[in-house]
């Protein structure tokens, strides 16, 4: 079955940075889409950032732009989010996500969710 384990979050200062990872398994990592999400507390969740199956195409929410960085490994079924000058309203459980369809658009629907974790930044 589908499996996706996000690590890497933790309490960081505003300004810092933070890696977060996510471990896939149980599909063919390659033909499909990621992407990271997040929620913060009385908010709904909101993509933060997307990868297509090649790695080739990405997009990013306008409000991470310029400061956050997807990225995948195929060859390690891996996906990554590089978070540069963190904001205190970038607090929030990040969600690694599979998209529903295989070889498609990145903007396509994410059916399949990790647990989370938790993104905390301090001011």
């Known amino acids: 079955q589908v499996q996706l384990v996000e690590s890497g979050g933790g309490l960081v200062q505003a300004g810092g940075s933070l890696r977060l990872s996510c471990a896939a398994s149980?599909?063919?990592?390659?033909?499909?889409?990621m992407g990271w999400f997040r929620q913060a507390p009385g908010r709904e969740r909101e993509v933060v950032a997307v990868?297509?199956?090649?790695?080739?195409?990405?997009d990013y929410a306008n409000s991470v732009r310029g400061r956050f960085t997807i990225s995948r490994d195929n060859a390690q079924n891996m996906v990554y989010l590089k978070m540069n000058s963190l904001k205190p309203e970038d607090t929030a459980v990040y969600y690694c996500?599979?998209?529903?369809?295989?070889?498609?658009?990145?903007?396509?629907?994410?059916?399949?969710w990790g647990q989370g974790t938790q993104v905390t930044v301090s001011s």
């Open positions: 996500a599979r998209s529903r369809d295989r070889l498609t658009n990145v903007h396509g629907a994410y059916t399949y």
């Open positions: 149980g599909f063919t990592f390659s033909t499909y889409n």
């Open positions: 990868i297509n199956w090649s790695g080739g195409s990405t």
